[in-house]
T-cell receptor
Framework: EAGVAQSPRYKIIEKRQSVAFWCNPI?????LYWYQQILGQGPKLLIQ????????DSQLPKDRFSAERLKGVDSTLKIQPAKLEDSAVYLC?????????????FGPGTRLTVL | AQKVTQAQTEISVVEKEDVTLDCVYE???????LFWYKQPPSGELVFLIR??????QNEISGRYSWNFQKSTSSFNFTITASQVVDSAVYFC?????????????FGSGTRLQVQP
């Protein structure tokens, strides 16, 4: 079974530029999460999708961050414009709605550096 | 609000020593799930264990064991006879039991260094 795929793995941009990250969850997983992990900290939820609907985006900085999950499969996270404090690893995770345990499977992450 | 505290920022041990990683959580929910994840230098989070709030039995898996105590809101993780390959950052996490909002709340992690 293929795991969660993310691209790109690394991205370096200058502040005020735009950037987009892509995530392909495990096949059949209805729930998809985007987390932000700043160096030295634990991951923090940005947004949770159930199929193509948003369940929780309370911690998403909506003035600059946006995310979508068209057709309930792949997802894209965008930052526009980027700030220095957005430098972090962006992790995508997915889980099966059937499981009551909510075991989440994580992708390798995208490491973003904002200069 | 949920919160997970991992007070130990970094632990260094010599190979074959036993080590315990502490985790204390806060939640108002009566149904919740606790997790431990390992993050090796490669960066990918690796699932280790989950526990639901109704199951306080301790669990042992090889050199790993977990002690869940609701009375002290703790879910500690012990590695017996540590090995160099255990070097990683370990995260404790909590999720609600309610259907739908099951995102993980992570602690800040404990970096474990096992010296040969």
């Amino acid at each position: 079974e293929a795991g969660v795929a993310q691209s790109p793995r690394y991205k370096i941009i200058e502040k005020r530029q735009s950037v987009a990250f892509w995530c392909n969850p495990i096949s059949g997983h209805a729930t998809l999460y985007w987390y932000q992990q700043i160096l030295g900290q634990g991951p923090k939820l940005l947004i949770q999708f159930q199929n193509n609907g948003v369940v929780d985006d309370s911690q998403l900085p909506k003035d600059r961050f946006s995310a979508e999950r068209l057709k309930g499969v792949d997802s894209t996270l965008k930052i526009q414009p980027a700030k220095l404090e957005d430098s972090a690893v962006y992790l995508c995770a997915s889980s099966s709605s059937v499981s009551s345990y909510n075991e989440q499977f994580f992708g390798p992450g995208t490491r973003l550096t904002v200069l | 609000a949920q919160k997970v505290t991992q007070a130990q920022t970094e632990i260094s041990v010599v190979e074959k020593e036993d080590v315990t990683l502490d985790c204390v959580y806060e939640t108002r929910d009566t149904t919740y799930y606790l997790f431990w994840y390992k993050q090796p230098p490669s960066g990918e989070l690796v699932f280790l264990i989950r526990r639901n709030s109704f199951d306080e039995q301790n669990e042992i898996s090889g050199r790993y064991s977990w002690n869940f105590q609701k009375s002290t809101s703790s879910f500690n993780f012990t590695i017996t006879a540590s090995q160099v390959v255990d070097s990683a950052v370990y995260f404790c996490a909590l999720s609600m039991g309610a259907t739908g909002r099951r995102a993980l709340t992570f602690g800040s992690g404990t970096r474990l260094q096992v010296q040969p």
